[in-house]
């Protein structure tokens, strides 16, 4: 039996129509043309499909879209507002961030998450705040770096600042 709910994704609202146990991640992407978000592993190990719900990480291959309901969702289509990139998309692109990309939504969206809650995290918190996400091509050193550059950018920092605490 299939259902109209409403969805409000990157502040704007939609209205489906979905199964009962249809996963938030198969709607983002089947229903909505949200593509961004990745599928791997459909299990929730691999965070892949990482958006943000009401503030807090969620695995969208393990939230039924029912229950996306009445909940503000981010993904990574809305990080970049128009053609200007978030600070977190501008540092993966200029410190090597990702390779393949394949998990680059997901790491970008737990990086946001972490960087709203702790604006000044120590690359331990960083490796901890991204620890569900898998990255098959990377050491994640360059990941780290990357969310480091934007934590500092987000805080204001000026690009000399930046340089210098680089160095």
Partial sequence: MQRIIHLNINDENYEVIVRPRESLLDVLRNKLNLTGTKQGCNEGDCGACTVIMDGRTVNACLVLAVEAEGRKVLTVEGLARGPELHPLQEAFIRHGGFQC?????GMLMSAKALLDENPDPSDEQIRRGIS????????????VESIREAARAMRGETADERMQANA
């Fill in 132 to 143: 569900g996400n898998l990255c098959r091509c990377t050491g994640y050193a360059k990941i």
């Fill in 101 to 105: 990309g394949f998990c680059t939504p």
